[in-house]
Every structure is written in structure tokens, then in C-alpha cells.
């Protein structure tokens, strides 16, 4: 009796732990496995020269359609019969029924509609479109995720329905019509993303009205977070990346451009922020100083021990950006 007590207790302990591992390595899944193929269909659009060009949301909708399977079509009018009417964006639960146009996004710029969608592998979705997409169906780097902005859950109208769980997204900098998925003191911040790259002509063309000095010959991610903040004036300094240090390490000695070492990053709070990265392992984020033509200067790395400001070249895809919001 009293070894089937310990079992008893023992289970009780491991088994909550066990099914929330499993839950998590699932959800990761289906969201590697969903950007997968909708990447794949994204570029045979490209390939086709069928994804640039369409002034609204329902037109691109249904040329994606053609190339990855969409089971119903939920117009600007009828969203939530495709999606859940309440998630939970940025510890804080949203009424879809108000997310209506790609400024709720935070795509200020782009003045389309959202329109709903539920593809056949039961991921639901909720889609804007960027009139000013651009194709070059001469690379087999081109992904074209700039195309578009999508909110998408993995497990359809199940529960959690919560962002970095089962809720995932692409190109959504805010979910509320405000540009603040989480504050810092009283700095706001959108959700972190992955920024697409610009061309260095496109970098000269811009840098003025973004305030960047010098650009980049090759693939400019820094200059493309720089293009999705808004301007120079828009991305986090050093010291606003040492408070998100310090909140996500429980701690507060991490200065402006301090590293520090023998801490426990809170992947909790990773989380709860919206930065991409699972449990034991590091990530970058980018910030808004530039160091010159090659490298943009300012970078915080986060791992599970430690983190560091450094820098890192312009052409490196692995870092999240975050912006400061309205």
C-alpha cells in the first residue's frame, strides 16, 4: 500500500508535466508544418508571377486556394464563422468580432480587409493582404510571407485558442487596433517577428525617410525590421533590450550594453511576450543601432544562462524584431 502511495503521488507530480511537454511539442509542430507548406504555395505564386498585384484581400485568398487547400472562405462580413470569436493575444483576451481590417494587425499601411479562412488540415486562419506585395520569380529564396499577414490556430476552434500556443501568427504586429501586444514601464512594444529582407535599392530608396545611414549589398534583414517598424525611431535602443532582459531573467543589474552570466531565463515570459524560442534555447533580437554599411550594430542575445549585447551582420535571418508601438 504504501509503494502504490508513492506511484500515486509520484504520477500525480510527472504526469501534468509530461502531457504539457506533449501539448507544447505538438502545437510547434503543426506551426512548422502549417509555414511549411504555406511557404511552398507562396512560392509557386511567385514562380506563377500570381501573387503580387491584387488590390484586396478575397482576390489573393482565392489564388493561395488554388495551391493550398482551403476548405471554407469566411468573408470580411462573416470572419468568425471560420475563426474563434476570443483568443488570448499578449495575456490579455481580444474580441475578434472587432478585428476587421489589417490596421488591427498593426499593418497601417496596407488598407485591406481581413477575411477568414479554414484550410483541410483544420488549421483556421484569418488572412490581410499587402497591395504592395512584390514577386521575383527568379530566386528560390523568395518566400513571399511579406504578402500577406495571417493569425492562424493550429488546432481550429479547440481550446487554448492562445498566442504561442495553439495561436500563431505571421506579420501581426498588434491584435486590438493598437500597436502594444506588451509594455515595458511605460514603453509599448508590438509583437516580435521575424522581418522579411530588403534590397540594397530598396534600402537607397527608403533610408531617408527610415533613417538609415548606409545599406547593405546583400539580403538586409536589420533594414527590413527597420521597414516593418516604420523608422529607425521606431525600433528598441539598447537600454529598452535590457529591460526586456531583465524582466524575462527575474532580475534587474543587466545595464544597456551589459552582458551577464549565471542567470535563469523565464521561458515563461518568453512566451508570454511572443518571442520565438522553445525551452534550453537562445534567440537575438535586433535593435536599432546601426554600426555601418555591413553590420547593424546592436543585437541582444538571450540564452538560458546569459545574455549579451553584440552585433551581427545585416544579412543574418535568425534574429526577431520587436517595435516600439503607439
Not at 478585428?99 to 486562419?125: C, H, M, P, R, Y
Request: net charge negative; aromatic share 10%; glycine share 8%.
Amino acid at each position: 500500500m504504501i509503494t502504490l502511495a508513492i506511484i500515486g503521488i509520484v504520477a500525480a507530480m510527472t504526469i501534468p508535466t509530461l502531457i504539457a511537454n506533449y501539448q507544447e511539442r505538438a502545437w510547434n509542430t503543426s506551426a512548422e508544418v502549417f509555414v511549411r507548406k504555406l511557404e511552398e504555395a507562396l512560392k509557386t505564386m511567385n514562380t506563377q508571377q500570381t501573387l503580387a498585384g491584387y488590390s484586396n484581400t478575397a482576390d489573393f485568398v482565392a489564388a493561395l486556394g488554388k495551391h493550398f487547400k482551403i476548405t471554407r472562405v469566411c468573408q470580411n462580413d462573416d470572419i468568425m464563422s471560420c475563426f474563434e470569436d476570443k483568443v488570448i493575444w499578449g495575456n490579455e483576451e481580444v474580441d475578434m468580432t472587432k478585428i476587421k481590417n489589417a490596421s488591427n494587425f498593426g499593418q497601417d499601411d496596407w488598407d485591406t480587409e481581413l477575411i477568414g479562412v479554414q484550410f483541410a488540415n483544420g488549421t483556421t486562419g484569418i488572412i490581410a493582404y499587402n497591395p504592395e506585395c512584390k514577386e521575383d520569380p527568379y530566386t528560390n529564396q523568395f518566400t513571399g510571407t511579406s504578402c500577406l499577414a495571417i493569425l492562424y490556430d493550429t488546432t481550429g476552434f479547440k481550446t487554448p485558442n492562445t498566442q504561442q500556443k495553439d495561436l500563431r501568427s505571421i506579420n501581426v504586429k498588434s491584435l486590438d487596433g493598437r500597436n502594444c501586444a506588451f509594455k515595458m514601464g511605460n514603453t509599448c512594444f508590438t509583437a516580435p517577428f521575424f522581418p522579411e529582407p530588403i534590397t540594397e535599392a530598396e534600402c537607397e530608396q527608403l533610408k531617408g525617410d527610415l533613417g538609415i545611414k548606409e545599406c547593405y549589398h546583400k539580403s538586409d534583414y536589420w533594414a527590413g525590421a527597420i521597414k516593418a517598424c516604420g523608422g529607425i525611431s521606431k525600433m528598441p535602443t539598447a537600454t529598452q533590450l535590457a529591460d526586456i532582459a531583465n524582466y524575462v531573467y527575474n532580475t534587474s543589474g543587466i545595464g544597456a550594453k551589459g552582458d551577464a552570466r549565471n542567470l535563469t531565463l523565464d521561458y515563461d515570459k518568453v512566451t508570454e511576450l511572443g518571442f520565438t524560442a522553445s525551452q534550453g534555447s537562445s534567440f537575438l533580437v535586433w535593435s536599432g543601432e546601426e554600426y555601418g554599411s555591413g553590420i547593424g550594430y546592436g543585437c541582444r542575445g538571450f540564452s538560458s544562462t546569459s545574455t549579451s549585447w553584440s552585433y551581427t551582420y545585416r544579412d543574418n535571418s535568425n534574429l526577431q524584431a520587436v517595435c516600439i508601438g503607439d
